[in-house]
């Protein structure tokens, strides 16, 4: 039977490599498949992986009928014998109600990735539609590392190093950039705590504070 599959993960779990794996897999046995994406780190109509891979995916914009796009595809006498959505997280809720149908109403498997929480520990829209229709929900098992080496389980947004909690849910950014905004994995105590790597850094470089006296 078809399926709706949402893989999830941190940053830096290997989801878009997984997602380009499954479309060399299928597509080397003969399958066409349809990729859609949104705000991909390389650029509109790109799904891309931190290892240097990429290939070109459909932009979904604001309003776009997910639906609608695949059975407009089908009509023209196009192809499709899966459908792949990268960056989930991004999609509105009604586009995730629009693969559902694609699963149910054409028989297409659907395999959606995508981060679950923004920086903030909160569900982003999408994420939450998915996890709420999905037929299977599952969790990437390449462990992402905070900077202490234990398991990353939320995603941060820097300025500058410094961790910030307000803003726009969705700045696109990437893992471990120098530049103004940027975006690190940490654990739940680093991420309570607010402590990057950058500033673990400068707290280890601080000076004693502690009054010394000579004896």
């Given at each position: 039977m078809p399926e709706l599959v949402f893989f999830?993960?941190?940053?830096?779990?290997?989801?878009?490599?997984?997602?380009?794996?499954?479309e060399h897999n299928r597509s080397a046995r003969g399958l066409a498949g349809m990729i859609f994406t949104r705000d991909d780190r390389a650029g509109?109509?790109?799904?891309?992986?931190?290892?240097?891979?990429?290939?070109?995916?459909?932009?979904?914009?604001?309003?776009?009928?997910?639906?609608?796009?695949?059975?407009?595809?089908?009509?023209?006498?196009?192809?499709?014998?899966?459908?792949?959505?990268?960056?989930?997280q991004?999609?509105?809720?009604?586009?995730?109600?629009?693969?559902?149908?694609?699963?149910?109403?054409?028989g297409l498997d659907v395999y959606a990735f995508g981060i679950t929480t923004d920086f903030r520990s909160k569900l982003f829209p999408g994420s939450q539609r998915l996890v709420e229709l999905a037929d299977r929900v599952e969790v990437l098992q390449v462990e992402a590392l905070c900077w202490c080496g234990a398991?990353?389980?939320?995603?941060?947004?820097?300025?500058?190093?410094?961790?910030?909690?307000?803003?726009?849910?969705?700045?696109?950014?990437?893992?471990?950039?120098?530049?103004?905004?940027?975006?690190?994995?940490?654990?739940?105590?680093?991420?309570?705590?607010?402590?990057?790597?950058?500033s673990a850094r400068a707290a280890a470089l601080s000076p004693d504070v502690l009054p010394v006296q000579s004896v």
């Open positions: 999830s993960g941190t940053m830096d779990c290997g989801k878009s490599t997984l997602a380009l794996q499954i509109e109509g790109k799904l891309s992986s931190r290892l240097g891979l990429v290939t070109d995916a459909v932009e979904v914009e604001d309003g776009v009928d997910l639906y609608g796009y695949v059975v407009d595809h089908l009509s023209r006498g196009g192809r499709a014998d899966y459908v792949i959505a990268d960056e989930a991004f999609l509105a809720p009604d586009q995730i109600d629009q693969l559902a149908r694609v699963v149910d109403d054409l398991r990353a389980t939320h995603n941060a947004r820097t300025i500058g190093g410094e961790m910030v909690v307000e803003g726009a849910q969705v700045v696109v950014g990437d893992v471990n950039q120098a530049d103004a905004v940027g975006y690190e994995v940490l654990c739940r105590r680093h991420h309570r705590r607010r402590m990057t790597a950058a």
